[in-house]
């Protein structure tokens, strides 16, 4: 795993957004999509990833399991009026479509471990499964491969779902203002579309509430829904209590029981149910327990916000945000790969339960962000 | 070596959209213009978009206009029909007629965490 240069073309911003790729650079400056450089992997490492998401998501099942039929709610802060929805999405087999789990790899012992793992609301689908794909096609043709048929599992997982929806029409989600976030969601309703399945746009505010059911803005009553929005974010708005209430029983995708695993606290439970793991990292709730060198994380950060690092139990490094209130894990600190260029994370997607991509996220500091800019892949021997 | 890769990558939503850009406006259906009354001492108000055939509901789908058609056996004193008849009797097993009587619809309920420019990922 390395990293290596080529010259760009001269027009490469232009053909990104003619991709519909619109946010390569943020604030005209700060660059999110590196175009010149990329990690050359080999196919083992590329095994290796494959297999490693593949356990993990068989361990994070059993990890659900385990908190519904104990009822370890508390642990993860779930309020109690939505917990029935959470063990009868999980009992009925709801709908799920996707997931990325974040990936430490250490140079020296050549071992993966899980940071965390994006179960509700990931993004940075849409660079990984199109634009990665047409930069691999632009600058080396068919000559060389990438770990990514995130497009194919898309079009595939939903045409697998879709006699599982509940209506008509499948309607997509996210909120206003934020191109990311829209990107993203009108990639996902293209490949449900190309899957044969009706869709529709609804902004998160403008779903509305008629007394039985949700609807939209033509008044058409919500059977399936797929959301870009946390349901951490949900569970505390004000047509919360509706969920529960719903007539049409609604389909919502990411399902409820999604809650659990997108929390940090399934980390400590991991760690509880496969202690010395070799893809875990050591966790516990709220103190480290003799740990020296840990990660204090909130149980629901976003983007790397209120993450605090001790190295030899002193503060090394800290990030400023509005999280800490639901309370934390501690986690062994991970060694990150590190190149000139920064440290890497490595994203692994998987969709419809079956791994099929990755993602490099870099930074110039220990802390993953929304600033860490996303770098291509290509596998190589 | 084994293909990982995506065999291909085409978009539906981009094609259309750069196509919808290029088609030309439609023609407004009707020339003819429709308005509606409550009743003698309200306002007129536009309903010519509610009463087109290629409306949703097929012309007299709108709840605006199931509202001033049933309107008098709503109760509220408005109108000619016992108060001891409820709503939902009038009803039946119209379903236009049904939806003009349901709760109001209620909206932004969701959203309210969110805050500008903040993404969910």
Known sequence: MKIKYLTPSSDWQQRLEKTGFGYHTEDHATPYWIEHYYYSITENLADEIYAATSDLWQMCLAAVDHVIANKLYDLFQIPLFIQQHIEESWENDAPSLYGRFDFAYDNYSKQLKVLEFNADTPTSLYETGVVQWLWMQQYFGASKDQFNSVHDRLIQTWSDLKPYLKGETLHFSCMKGTLEDLTNVEYLRDCAIQAGIQTKLIYIDDIGWDGETFTDLEDEMITDIFKLYPWEWLIYEPFSLHIPNDMAKANWIEPSWKMILSNKAIMAVLWQLYPNHPLLLETYFEEPKGMEDYVKKPLLSREGANVTLYKGGRIVEASPGEYGDEGYICQQLASLHKEKSGYAVIGSWTIGQEPCGITFRESDSLITTNKSRFIPHIIEN | ?121
């Open chain 2, 1 to 121: 070596m084994k293909k990982r890769s995506s065999k291909a990558v085409s978009l539906v939503l981009i094609t259309a959209a750069l196509a919808g850009c290029a088609k030309p406006q439609e023609e407004k259906e009707l020339k003819q213009r429709v308005f509606m009354r409550a009743d003698e001492s309200a306002p007129y108000t536009e309903v010519t978009e509610q009463y087109g055939s290629r409306h949703r509901g097929g012309g007299m789908g709108s709840a605006l206009l199931w509202y001033m058609a049933f309107r008098p056996l709503m109760g509220g004193n408005m109108g000619y029909a016992s108060q001891g008849l409820a709503a939902q009797s009038n009803v039946g097993k119209n379903a236009a007629k049904a939806n003009s009587l349901k709760t109001q619809t209620a909206r932004g309920g969701f959203g309210t965490t969110a805050k500008s420019g903040t993404s969910a990922s």
